[in-house]
């Protein structure tokens, strides 16, 4: 997390409020206006008042086959940098929601603030037992609002990624590159978590990226429907935050492939994965300038 001196949030993130009190609404969103950010009620996404229930039992994996799909496509599509919840609003069903965001490793990633009422000791006790990152008493969250959301907002330093990208990919990054677009995804996944794995740079989530996408490929080839989906909704994370040409290889153009990709089997749906065109898997495009200098590191 990378915060300015001077309060401003870098790169204007999305804050995700589920606060319908139309008087501490305002004052959130003329706040977060101020520091550079940019607000969304969760009353806007056309998903947010149907019933969802959190997933109970076995491993957490994002839901594919029900209403809570819609919600979990929506916030992995804006990528948030922060959420809050007001505790007293029954509006929103904060203890299964808050649950369901922590349990995915497509949306546990995004800090959560909650706030409610300092004598409801059980209430506040609850958010912090089912994830949330910071829970406060709703005095302290007025009084001290800046400071929290400024220390809890996750945020890129979009300028030293992409000052970053600038530099060429390692040569196990290459070799996962040719092995995706050899169509051998495994061995694309083998190499890329490697060269991610030795990498500390700012730019290095461009090899996770990749890897989330060959892993969904992997999955459509399998014709495991539930897999491919999983797989292009955490891709979104790291995909996210990356210029569109990051190293030589064209992000944009990934990110378009995936998302259509990812549009072409929801349509299909898990019971029709044999009449997908295998055809439509695209390779990932990258200059012959990347590909050149990093056989010679």
């Known amino acids: 997390m990378v915060i300015m001196d001077d309060k401003t949030l870098i790169g204007s993130p999305v804050i995700l409020i589920f606060v319908t009190e139309l008087m501490m609404a305002t004052r959130i969103e003329g706040l977060i206006d101020k520091l550079n950010g940019q607000v969304l009620a969760a009353t806007d996404l056309s998903e947010f008042d149907t019933n969802i229930s959190p997933l109970l039992g076995g491993q957490p994996a994002e839901p594919i086959f029900s209403k809570e799909a819609k919600i979990i496509d929506q916030i992995t599509n804006l990528q948030p940098g922060l959420m809050i919840f007001d505790l007293g609003d029954s509006r929103y069903r904060w203890r299964e929601w808050i649950a369901l965001f922590k349990s995915l490793p497509s949306t546990r990633n995004i800090p959560i603030i909650c706030f409610g009422q300092h004598v409801d000791v059980e209430t506040l006790e609850v958010a912090r037992n089912i994830g ?35 530099q060429p990919i390692s040569q196990m990054a290459n070799k996962g590159l040719i092995a995706f677009n050899n169509g051998d995804y495994f061995e694309a996944h083998e190499h890329l978590e490697d060269a991610w794995n030795d990498d500390v740079s700012a730019s290095r989530d461009v090899y996770k990226a990749i890897l989330q996408v060959a892993v969904a490929y992997l999955q459509i080839e399998r014709r495991n429907y539930r897999g491919a989906m999983k797989m292009f909704i955490r891709a979104r994370q790291w995909l996210h ?11 944009d153009r990934l990110r378009k492939d995936a998302d259509e990709i990812y549009s072409m089997i929801s349509e299909l749906g898990p019971d029709r994965m044999d009449l997908f065109d295998f055809e439509r898997l695209q390779p990932v495009s990258y200059t012959k300038k990347s590909f050149t200098e990093s056989n010679n590191l």
Do not use: Y
Not at 145 to 151: G, N, R, S, T
Not at 241 to 251: M, Q
């Open 241 to 251: 935050p990356l210029p569109n040409i990051c190293r030589g290889i064209d992000i």
């Open 132 to 166: 949330a990152d910071l829970v406060v008493a709703r005095s302290r969250f007025v009084t001290a609002m800046p400071d929290l959301i400024v220390q809890n907002i996750r945020t890129w330093n979009h300028q030293a990624i992409a000052e970053d990208c600038n």
